[in-house]
């Protein structure tokens, strides 16, 4: 291997995380408060429900799709999980109703894409439009609020001083890394992104599949819902406006490509991360929020150039 083929490799491997420590190392010397338990806590929290989302666009975008529909889906969801907790409904049967609601949403993206035959572009550019005007038209625009504390507390509670939104995080990317590279859907994710047609010649029954990446991508929005409404303690029909830029960006930080075939639940994991890390930072240091969301444009522009690059060189 030569000293080229050597950097090109581990950096592939682990140029996210470097990239993850010397944000961390940078921002401890320019503010001391930032690797505080407290701080890094509050990250990790406020992390999690991007994190989430991003796990449900992993697979999507190795399947070479792409989902602009999730943060609609979160409002939704959330909305329809407030209203049933406020008639009463029991919680598990409420939380239930939640995920539900989110993966009938993304299975219908994935009906559209596979039996329909559009672009996933436009399918999901069309469902942000649907779920977000069913939230409104729902609740007459206006939030839903008023929880019992056992709700609130799957985003205020703490199990051994870790937050449980940050233990739920954990668990759901276990679940997905076993997921993906143990069992079948996750071999016909990467099958189907690699090459679909070859998929499809292999016997893969690529339409089922796909329908299947979508619902999952559905369903944890819905759980990032879940997770919303009870740390707000409301259901707003506007919320997780820009959240699907959010989960594209850890997720092709992270190392997914956006050609599909490739990608990690831990790279997308360490990219949320930097995407926490970065805007806490940036608060912390007292940069506007406009100056934030040109920095995080920048990085996002920046991986996926990286990308092209590395697809580049690898022909």
């Known amino acids: 291997m030569t000293p080229r083929d050597f950097l090109l490799h581990y950096g592939r491997q682990f140029g996210t995380l470097i990239g993850l420590l010397g944000l961390i190392i940078t921002l401890w010397i320019l503010t001391p408060y930032f690797l505080t338990i407290s701080n890094l806590l509050n990250v990790a929290q406020q992390t999690s429900i991007n994190a989430i989302i991003a796990v449900g666009m992993t697979f999507v975008i190795i399947t070479a799709g792409i989902d602009l529909s999730v943060g609609s889906i979160v409002a939704f969801s959330g909305v329809v999980l407030a209203s049933a907790l406020q008639a009463a409904i029991p919680l598990p049967i409420a939380i239930l109703i939640g995920l539900v609601v989110g993966a009938f949403c993304g299975l219908v993206n994935g009906m559209l894409i596979t039996y329909g035959r559009l672009p996933p572009f436009i399918s ?10 069913a939230a409104l038209l729902y609740t007459g625009g206006r939030p839903i609020s008023g929880f019992s504390s056992g709700f609130r507390y799957l985003a205020t509670g703490e199990i051994l001083h870790i937050p449980v939104p940050v233990i739920i995080m954990v668990l759901v990317y276990v679940i ?21 047609e070859a998929a499809v010649l292999s016997g893969v029954n690529v339409k089922y599949y796909k329908a299947v990446v979508y619902g999952l991508c559905g369903m944890l929005s819905g759980l990032a819902a879940i997770i919303l409404t009870a740390r707000l303690n409301s259901a707003q029909p506007i919320a997780g406006m820009m959240y699907e ?13 956006l050609m599909g075939g490739e990608g990690r639940v831990i790279g997308t994991l360490i990219g949320a991360l930097i995407m926490g890390v970065l805007r806490n930072g940036l608060n912390l240091l007292g940069v506007s929020s406009f100056v934030q969301q040109t920095v995080i444009g920048s990085v996002i522009i920046i991986a996926v150039l990286m990308d092209m690059a590395l697809k580049k060189q690898r022909k």
């Open 245 to 257: 830029l959010d989960a594209i960006a850890a997720t092709v930080i992270g190392g997914t490509s």
């Open 176 to 196: 997905a890394h076993v997921v993906l590279t143990r069992t079948k859907l996750g071999r016909y994710t990467y099958a189907i992104g690699g090459n679909e």
């Open 124 to 133: 999901t550019l069309g469902m942000m439009s649907v779920a977000r005007g």
